[in-house]
């Protein structure tokens, strides 16, 4: 069984989960709702870099990003702050899309990055508890 890592366990949700290979982060906020789109959508980005760091990954290993705007106007005042922080080449599926909300939040993210074998465990032998060791006895003993 793959065991599962918590960071920024609260009594209702983490600020992130490691399962296998994938982090999983919960919606990142802007730290002070009184700047302006650009300046949320960089407090959620810098917040992202330092749960990637907690989870020993990167933001070029991110499979899949969700962004909520309160106001899809904001959308090209965003992208400008994105575009500069994600590395070229790296960009992973993303999808935003406006959604209302009650506080003075303008900008949220979701993110899904991946962690190499290798970082999670510090080597590639398959040894027999880690997911690259039990990979290999699936396939050695199921032909999986």
């Not at 490691?18 to 730290?31: E, M, R, S």
């Not at 400008?80 to 899309?97: F, K, L, M, S």
């Not at 465990?121 to 050695?140: E, F, H, I, N, T």
Request: proline content about 4%; charged content about 20%; overall charge positive.
């Amino acid at each position: 069984m793959t065991e599962i890592k918590r960071i920024g366990v609260g009594a209702r949700m983490s600020d992130a989960v490691i399962h296998g290979a994938t982090v999983y982060l919960a919606g990142q906020v802007a730290d002070d709702p009184s700047a302006d789109v650009k300046g949320q959508t960089q407090q959620v980005l810098d917040a992202i870099d330092r749960l990637l760091a907690q989870a020993r990954s990167d933001k070029t290993k991110i499979l899949q990003a969700q962004i909520f705007l309160a106001n899809i106007a904001d959308f090209a005042a965003m992208n400008q702050v994105w575009d500069a922080w994600v590395p070229e080449g790296h960009t992973p599926a993303r999808a935003t899309v406006e959604a209302k909300s009650k506080s003075s939040l303008l900008a949220r993210a979701r993110l899904a990055p991946a962690r190499l074998i290798d970082q999670l465990y510090g080597c590639r032998l398959p040894c027999p508890d880690c997911c690259y060791g039990q990979l290999v006895s699936l396939k050695a003993t199921h032909g999986v």
